[in-house]
Each structure stands twice: as structure tokens, then as C-alpha cells.
């Protein structure tokens, strides 16, 4: 099955720097690349999210660019604010098979 | 945007007993539900697949028939933990899927077993 690889497990930022967390997964097959933010005791949270036709998309501070070639996608925070302190998670999925799978997560703190 | 509900968001339970978590979309018919089950510090790990009418797909290492699924209408599935005890307090995550790729998340239900 799939596995994804995530780096750092934890990162600290000082605020209005920019944070970029990693993974790389096995499966070529996967297509679809969402990011979740996830603070203590909640739901994940949908960020951002590519699908393999493309190669960087960008929603304000943040941006998601993937290297399928590679099979690693990167997430980019950019001029981080406190309030993006959490734990952030990837994660990849093959449409035919629906299922998610997630990358061990990053403790993103932001030191103001 | 699309809702997706949980219930009981925190339980507390006697080793022994069963409890059930209802997920239900609110405002979009689910085609397929998951669950995940999330330890404290961890990554959420898929439970099981579930198919409105059909049985559900459990990962492996994960004991149907203590994990019992339930997905009877496209807006309602259920997880039943059955025989609970200490080791399956966890926090427990459904996800709602409509016809495109994005997952809905639940908020998410805390059980503890005493």
C-alpha cells in the first residue's frame, strides 16, 4: 500500500518567516494531494490541495508544489503569523481507490 | 460548504461496555465514510471504508467485529466500538466523501474507557 514520508516532525519559525514542510510517497498511482491543518483537540482542516496535472498552486501565504517525477510534494508557508502554529498534515490518495493516506504530521510553532 | 457532524463529541465508558459514535453529512449525500482513529501525538489512521448499502472495508490489523460499521442512508454511518477497553480510548474521526476527491472531516469524538 501507500506510504508517506513527512520532514520535519517539528519546526519552529520566527513569525514573518517562512515554513516549508516535505513528504514523499511511494505509490505512482496517487493523484490527489491535500494539506490539513489540525489544532489540539479538532478536526483537520483542508488548506490547500493539487491534483497530479498540476505542478504548484499557490492561496495567499500558502503554496503546495509536487514533483511527481520525484513523487514528493512540499507545502509553503509564507510571512507565518502565530495563529499557524499547529500540526500540519499531507496526505495522498489515488482516486480510484478513495482512500487517504497520511504523512506523520509537523509541528509547525511559530515563536513571535 | 459541505458538513459533516459527530455524536457524542466526548464519551466515557466501562471497560466492557459498547459505545456507538454516529457521523452524519448535513447538507450532502456521502457515497463513501471513514473512519480514523487518532492517539494522542499521532497521525490519523484509517479504520475502515464505508459504502452506503454495502459492507465495510476495514484496514488491516483492524478487528471487524470489534469496530462494528454502519452506513445505512448516504447521510448517516455509524462506528460501534464494542467490548471497549483502556487501550481503545483514542480520538475517533469520521470523513465524508461526496462525488470529487476532497474528504469532509467530523469534529471528531474523544473516547475514554475507565
Known amino acids: 500500500g501507500e506510504n508517506v514520508e513527512q520532514h520535519p516532525s517539528t519546526l519552529s519559525v520566527q513569525e514573518g518567516d517562512s515554513a516549508v514542510i516535505k513528504c514523499t510517497y511511494s505509490?505512482?498511482?496517487?493523484?490527489?494531494f491535500p494539506w490539513y491543518k489540525q489544532e489540539l483537540g479538532k478536526r483537520p482542516q483542508l488548506i490547500i490541495d493539487?491534483?497530479?496535472?498540476?505542478g504548484e498552486k499557490k492561496d495567499q501565504r500558502i503554496a503546495v508544489t509536487l514533483n511527481k517525477t520525484a513523487k514528493h510534494f512540499s507545502l509553503h508557508i509564507t510571512e507565518t503569523q502565530p495563529e499557524d502554529s499547529a500540526v500540519y498534515f499531507c496526505?495522498?490518495?489515488?482516486?480510484?481507490?478513495?482512500?487517504?493516506?497520511f504523512g506523520t504530521g509537523t509541528r509547525l510553532t511559530i515563536i513571535p | 460548504g459541505a458538513v459533516v457532524s459527530q455524536h457524542p463529541s466526548w464519551v466515557i465508558c466501562k471497560s466492557g461496555t459498547s459505545v456507538k459514535i454516529e457521523c452524519r453529512s448535513l447538507d450532502f449525500q456521502a457515497t463513501t465514510m471513514f473512519w480514523y482513529r487518532q492517539f494522542p501525538k499521532q497521525s490519523l489512521m484509517l479504520m475502515a471504508t464505508?459504502?452506503?448499502?454495502?459492507?465495510?472495508?476495514?484496514e488491516q490489523g483492524v478487528e471487524k467485529d470489534k469496530f462494528l460499521i454502519n452506513h445505512a442512508s448516504l447521510t448517516l454511518s455509524t462506528l460501534t466500538v464494542t467490548s471497549a477497553h483502556p487501550e481503545d480510548s483514542s480520538f475517533y474521526i469520521c470523513?465524508?466523501?461526496?462525488?470529487?476527491?476532497?474528504?469532509?472531516f467530523g469534529p471528531g469524538t474523544r473516547l475514554t474507557v475507565t
Open positions: 470523513s465524508a466523501r461526496g462525488g470529487g476527491f476532497e474528504q469532509y
Open positions: 493539487i491534483r497530479s496535472n498540476v
Open positions: 496526505a495522498c490518495s489515488n482516486f480510484g481507490n478513495e482512500k487517504l493516506t
Open positions: 505509490d505512482s498511482a496517487s493523484n490527489y
Open positions: 464505508s459504502n452506503e448499502g454495502s459492507k465495510a472495508t476495514y
